[in-house]
């Protein structure tokens, strides 16, 4: 029999006087896999997290953590996730190892265990060479490795972030994203970010919502593949464009040319081909274009970011929003 997954959601709901902030949400996270969580600003996002955590009720729906249902029993639900909020509330005036014992202790960690266990996430989180200092003294980067230690104190199955890297730099964000890639296949985690480009290196799976609604999930190229549904060749070119299409269904019939420049003095002009297919052209069209006459200065092949998906899922999402709207009114 498989394994449960460590997270089910099934069709969330949490309104705020009769306003959706969160409208029929349903996924899971497997054990020991790493769950980017995006959308806009005011998407659902921290709402969901927190129904996750159970630190908000959902209005209807369900949730199960590690197999255990948040709604009846959140106390044992606490227990098994380590939560990191979005510029997570530290005491100032308690030095780290204090906070972690403080911390350890609020999670029933038994005293023989908590010092040993603190030395770990201490070595684990770097944080060896500030363990007797003022948490308030501390740069922005160690507070925040300050918080995952606290989140992963207990060894809890499940772990959530919310934006641990913001306000981070190069430096300090390298840091935390492999603090967070060693605890894949340890433990569950989820993270919230903005900073697209961390979720797409970190995460193994990548959950978008909008407007309180799953707008797509999947790995950042499935995504690719679902969402944007074409690759996209970028070449200089020079010769004939009239006979280029012809050149171009020869080598794939959903080959098209969609966008070219105007030529430089030596007659090469930028071109812009999309297709459906997701396998490697490149090698076929040269061949191709140089068999037809065609010279050839450049040709790579354009390699869409997460940050690409993620605003076509979103704008799609806005535009069928609009269209229901605009087919309620005509009624």
């Given amino acids: 029999m498989p394994d449960t997954p460590a997270i089910i959601a099934t069709h969330l709901v949490k309104t705020y006087a009769g306003v959706a902030a969160v409208s029929d949400i349903s996924f899971t996270v497997e054990k020991g896999e790493i769950l980017g969580f995006l959308g806009p600003n005011g998407a659902g996002k921290s709402t969901t997290m927190r129904i996750l955590t159970g630190y908000l009720p959902a209005t209807s729906g369900n949730v199960s953590v590690c197999g255990v249902s948040v709604a009846s029993h959140p106390e044992e639900v606490k227990r098994r996730i380590g939560y990191m909020p979005e510029n997570n509330p530290l005491p100032e005036d308690m030095r780290v190892s204090e906070y972690l014992y403080f911390r350890g202790r609020l999670k029933e960690i ?39 230690a606290e989140a992963i104190l207990a060894e809890p199955p499940v772990i959530i972030m919310d934006e641990p890297t913001i306000g981070l730099d190069p430096h300090q964000i390298l840091i935390v994203r492999d603090l967070i890639a060693s ?46 549904g074409h690759s996209t060749y970028q070449l200089e070119v020079a010769g004939d464009l009239a006979t280029l299409p012809v050149v171009l269904t020869s080598v794939e019939p959903t080959l098209r040319l969609t966008e070219q420049g105007e030529p430089d003095a030596a007659g090469f002009r930028p071109v812009t081909l999309t297709t459906e297919r997701d396998d490697e052209l490149g090698e076929a069209l040269l061949r191709a274009l140089g068999a037809a006459g065609y010279r050839l200065r450049s040709l790579s092949r354009a390699h869409p970011t997460l940050e690409d998906v993620f605003l076509a899922a979103t704008r799609r999402s806005w ?12 009624r």
Avoid at 120 to 146: A, N, W, Y
Wanted: with cysteine.
């Fill in 110 to 148: 038994p005293r023989r265990k908590l010092g040993p266990r603190i030395d770990e996430v201490l070595e684990l989180c770097d944080l060896k060479r500030v363990r007797h200092k003022i948490i308030g003294k501390l740069s922005k980067g160690f507070r925040q490795r300050v918080g995952i």
């Fill in 183 to 228: 605890l894949r296949g340890r433990m569950t985690v989820i993270i919230s970010s903005h900073i697209l480009p961390e979720i797409e290196v970190t995460c193994d799976r990548v959950l978008i919502i909008n407007q309180g609604r799953v707008v797509a999930q999947g790995t950042p190229a499935d995504l690719r593949r679902e969402i944007l």
């Fill in 319 to 330: 535009d069928v929003k609009s269209e229901d709207l605009r087919k309620a009114e005509a």
